[in-house]
């Protein structure tokens, strides 16, 4: 007798809960699907979901109107909401994504500067021990670390008139492994002169040429520097070193690299030996 009394129990109980639940959803899908707008919507007209003045004034008074679940599925929200994209509003930086790139002749064409290379090679062998070596880093790193650095090098950012050049290899943990930190301020007008005799090569001007209108090699090792736009993209590139076909994904299958320059070992003299070959 108690089991059976028990056991109708357990199944009152289950149908109970069944039903709880049931409603539930029932008025969950209800809600979402209805909402008070549909009553003053014409029979077979979907409801306007445009605010209405009302709602106009209240966000010009910096509260927005409460929204129903249909109306956020549809709904653009955040900083950006009201932004619609131009095509003036696109900037060269990102015009290679666009038909008009090529097919447009009133595209601006990439014309570099001689001086702005001159001064870009000089201020990239002041970051450096040697042409081919890693450059210091050369701003304040307290406080940071990986994730800090890859937040502007990984596809580089203008910060005033300082350029945060894109990474040109893959991402790799800790950078002050290769990248020296700067000297810290207090000893940062001490001098301290080590006597040697090493003598780094001069970066190269540019690239040989099999013949005049050919794509020139790539003057220098590839090794570390797979990401080729790191230096000859455009605004966030170094000027003077930008190429006018950055759109373009293979830069190997027309520029060949220098063998004696991406050899484990390199050759004796084969840098100097590419760097005459591109000043003829």
Known sequence: MNTTTSGKGERAAALLLFSVSAVAILGVVIGVRRSPLDADAPQGVAPSLTASPAHATVEANGVGPAKTYTQMRISETGPTASWEPHWDQLTAEFDFRHCTTCHD????????????????LAAR????????????????????????CF???SRGVQLGERIANPL????L???????????????????????????????PLGGARAYAGAPPVIPHSTWMREQCLSCHGGNNGWPGLEVSHRWRANCLQCHA??????????????FAASTTEATR
Do not use: M
């Not at 492994?177 to 970066?203: D, I, K």
């Not at 690299?257 to 084969?270: G, N, R, W, Y």
């Open 105 to 120: 002749p009133h595209t601006a064409k990439v014309q570099p500067s001689q001086l702005a290379k001159q001064a870009s």
């Open 125 to 148: 062998a002041e970051r450096r021990a040697f042409n081919g070596a890693p450059p210091v880093v050369p701003h304040a790193i307290e406080l940071t670390n990986d994730a800090a």
């Open 151 to 153: 937040g502007c090098h």
């Open 168 to 171: 040109s290899h893959e991402f």
């Open 173 to 203: 943990p800790n950078c002050l492994q290769c990248h020296a930190a700067p000297t810290p301020p207090p000893f940062a007008e001490t001098v301290v002169a080590v006597a040697n005799n090493f003598q780094g090569l001069a970066a």
């Open 257 to 270: 690299s220098t063998s004696p320059l991406d050899q484990v070992a390199p050759l004796p003299d084969a």
